[in-house]
C-alpha cells in the first residue's frame, strides 16, 4: 500500500540549532516528493519539490531535502532554525505521471522552537 | 494575484445539521482539489476537478458529501447530513496543471458537535 510515515510526531529545538525531519515513504515507483509547512493561521505552503535530477533539493526558507532511493527517505533538513519556523511539517508523494493530482500525506510533524 | 481562498475558516454545526464549505482557487487554475485532515491523522485526498468536470472522486467519504464546481470556477463542499466523525479541516487547492505546484488554502476547520 502507498503511504508515507513521518515517525516524529513533536521535535523541539533550541532556536540557531540544526534541523532534521523525517519522512519514509512506500509506493510502487519513485514518487514526486514534496514538503509542506504550515504555520498557525496559514495554508499549507510548499517548502520544496523533488521530481528527478539531483537529490538534494533546495528549498525556500533555507530548507534543503535529500532524496535518498536506497532507503526510502526525503528528509528534510535546516542548519539553523529560526523561532519563526515553529510550525507543522507535512511530507508528501504524488504520481510520477500524468494524471489526477491526487498526494498522499504523512501524518505531520509539529517542531517547537526555543529561545 | 489572489491565493486559494477558503470560506469559512471555522464552522462549529451540530449533528445532523447541513454545511457547505467554498473554495475560490487561483485565477486560470483548472485543477481544483479538496482534501480533508481529520484530527491528528494524516491529510487525506478526496476529490479533484478538471474545470467544472469531476476527474477523480475516489476518496470522498460516502453519500453525504457533495462537491460540485460551477462554471469552473469556486467549488463547494456540501455535507448533509453532518456527522460527528466529519469533524476536521477541509483544505482546498488548485494548480494550473496536472504537473505543476498545488496551491493550497488555509482550510476550513469543521467542528460538528
Known amino acids: 500500500a502507498q503511504s508515507v510515515t513521518q515517525p516524529d510526531i513533536h521535535i523541539t529545538v533550541s532556536e540557531g540549532a540544526s534541523l532534521e525531519l523525517r519522512c519514509n515513504y512506500s509506493?510502487?515507483?519513485?514518487?514526486?516528493l514534496f514538503w509542506y509547512v504550515q504555520s498557525p493561521g496559514q495554508g499549507l505552503q510548499l517548502l520544496l519539490k523533488?521530481?528527478?535530477?539531483?537529490?538534494l533539493v533546495q528549498g525556500i526558507k533555507g530548507f534543503e531535502a535529500e532524496f535518498k532511493r536506497s532507503q526510502s527517505s526525503f528528509n528534510l533538513r535546516k542548519p539553523s532554525v529560526h523561532w519563526s519556523d515553529a510550525a507543522e511539517y507535512f511530507c508528501a508523494v504524488g504520481p510520477p505521471t500524468s494524471g489526477t493530482y491526487k498526494y498522499i500525506f504523512g501524518t505531520g510533524t509539529r517542531l517547537k522552537v526555543l529561545a | 494575484e489572489a491565493g486559494v481562498t477558503q470560506f469559512p475558516s471555522h464552522s462549529v454545526i451540530e449533528k445532523g445539521q447541513t454545511v457547505t464549505l467554498r473554495c475560490d482557487p487561483i485565477s486560470g487554475h483548472d485543477n481544483l482539489y479538496w482534501y480533508r485532515r481529520v484530527m491528528g491523522k494524516e491529510i487525506k485526498f478526496l476529490l479533484h476537478f478538471v474545470k467544472e468536470s469531476k476527474q477523480d472522486e475516489s476518496g470522498m467519504p460516502n453519500n453525504r458529501f457533495l462537491a460540485e464546481r460551477t462554471g469552473g470556477t469556486y467549488s463547494t463542499l456540501k455535507v448533509q447530513p453532518a456527522e460527528l466523525e466529519d469533524s476536521g479541516v477541509y483544505f482546498c487547492a488548485s494548480s494550473r496543471t496536472l504537473n505543476t505546484e498545488a496551491f493550497f488554502g488555509q482550510g476550513t476547520r469543521l467542528t460538528v458537535v
Open positions: 523533488y521530481f528527478s535530477g539531483d537529490t
Open positions: 509506493y510502487g515507483a519513485t514518487p514526486y
